[in-house]
């Protein structure tokens, strides 16, 4: 019923940008906190940037002052931007949120599938 779904995701030479993007469907009351996580094929998945309802704004340190997390709540949607990339930003990047439904509970966190993004040198 609610499903999210990345796009964006590319191979980039290091210093590039790319901007990914998140968009939520089905039926649903209120999207909360929306996040953006990454996973490199030998480490454990980590929590890169974070917008809360309210659009307060929060970053890995490894990202600060590259990143840009930002959200279209008319469009449901949550962008990263992401500039000076660097090999070490490769990774498999999911979009991630808690959102209110019918469900039970009615609030449920969710998971997108994920997008490839690779930085080459």
């Known amino acids: 019923q609610v499903q999210l779904v990345e796009s964006g995701g590319d191979l980039v030479q290091a210093g590039g940008s790319l901007r990914l993007s998140c968009a939520a469907s089905?039926?649903?009351?209120?999207?909360?906190?929306m996040n953006w996580y990454r996973q490199a094929p030998t480490k454990q998945r980590e929590l890169v940037a974070t917008i809360s309802g309210g659009s307060y704004t929060s970053y890995a340190d490894s990202v600060k002052g590259r990143f840009t997390i930002s959200r279209d709540n008319a469009k449901n949607t949550v962008s990263l931007q992401m500039s000076s990339l660097k090999p070490e930003d490769t990774a498999v990047y999911y979009c991630n949120a808690d959102i209110w439904s019918r469900t039970v509970p009615p609030v449920r966190n969710y998971w997108g599938q994920g997008t490839q993004v690779t930085v080459s040198s």
């Open positions: 089905g039926s649903f009351f209120r999207i909360d906190a």
